[in-house]
């Protein structure tokens, strides 16, 4: 609440930005872009948008995208029961067909999506329903599942950027699409040639203190079990080890961006399933816990928590 006389037209823009609509619901905020040229390029801003995220990272405020066939819902999580509240619908606003979207990475509420009849990517916000076809008549932006992989994330200049691996036939590209300039670019990946043949598979990237991670794990027990690393402002890549798991089965991955921390849930094993969260410290992995063995079950993840 303003003191009595003071009106917002008073404060500085720097105080309503960072200290108003860095609590308003995000709807709001890409409402407010358009008020001027000035609160669109602060609101834009990569300190902008980690101190909303991070006021807005209580209980209340978690919520779950789901896709079903041709809806998308919106759904509160409610921590007490372990289950998600009543629904809300979200309008695709693109054109696509019967279970054709396929969420491949997530930031910030941005989406980057696959219309799985064309194989063409968009970025997609839900929030504010804006959204964009990266795909071009070069055959940029066009993503093959089980082949290619994906990373979202943001460089030092706050420009949104998508990373897309392409395998095709043994040959390996790597392309860069910038929103900021609306195009895509080829950049170098120097890598082992074994990593390129399908037997490897590639997670989605996950985005964590200036980095995209990959786990690349060889569908053979006893394979190879790898993490790649981007650094998205030198765009130099580089190989670090996985952390030590057994392999006495397939191995699988799941990485995850914690306060900025970058963990895996790392699993192995064929007919009973042991799971373990692993930390990385530097370019080493310290365990956290260990679960007792269970039946087998994909830690494959098909939904995106938003705030």
């Given amino acids: 609440m303003l003191n009595e006389g003071i009106t917002m037209a008073d404060l500085p823009v720097h105080t309503i930005v960072f200290k108003i609509l860095t609590r308003v619901p995000a709807k709001d905020v890409g409402r ?3 008020v001027c040229k000035q609160w669109y390029a602060l609101l834009s801003t990569q300190d902008f948008v980690r101190i909303h995220c991070s006021r807005s990272l209580v209980s209340s405020n978690q919520r779950v995208l789901l896709i079903d066939d041709l809806t998308c819902s919106v759904h509160p999580i409610i921590f007490q029961s372990n289950d998600y509240g009543p629904s809300s619908i979200v309008t695709f606003p693109f054109h696509h067909h019967n279970n054709d979207v396929s969420i491949l990475s997530h930031l910030n509420g ?5 219309l799985n009849h ?3 990517l968009l970025l997609w916000n839900p929030t504010t329903t804006a959204f964009k076809h990266l795909s071009t008549p070069d055959s940029r932006g066009f993503y093959i599942n089980n082949l290619d992989a ?5 460089d030092a200049d706050d420009d949104y950027k998508v990373l897309h691996i392409k395998r095709r036939s043994g040959v390996l590209g790597v392309y860069v699409y910038s929103r900021e300039v609306d195009s895509w670019r ?3 990946f120097i890598t082992r040639q074994e990593y390129l043949i399908p037997h490897f598979n590639w997670s989605a990237g996950t985005f964590c203190g200036g980095t995209l991670y990959f786990t690349v794990c060889e569908c053979w027990v ?3 079990n790898v993490v790649i690393c981007f650094d998205v402002n030198s ?3 580089k190989e670090i080890s996985f952390p030590p798991v057994p392999s006495t089965g397939m191995v699988q991955g799941v990485l995850v961006n914690v306060k900025n921390e970058l963990h895996m849930f790392a699993s192995t094993g064929m007919f009973e399933m042991t799971i373990d969260l692993w930390t990385l410290q530097g370019d080493y992995w310290i365990k956290v816990l260990s679960c007792p063995p269970i039946p087998p079950i994909s830690l494959s993840l098909w939904e995106v928590v938003y705030n």
């Fill in 150 to 154: 994906i990373g979202l994330y943001v």
């Fill in 32 to 34: 407010s872009k358009s």
């Fill in 235 to 237: 765009e130099q890549f």
């Fill in 222 to 224: 006893g394979g190879t």
């Fill in 186 to 188: 080829n950049i170098p």
């Fill in 118 to 120: 064309t194989y063409e």
């Fill in 110 to 114: 941005l989406l980057c999506v696959c």
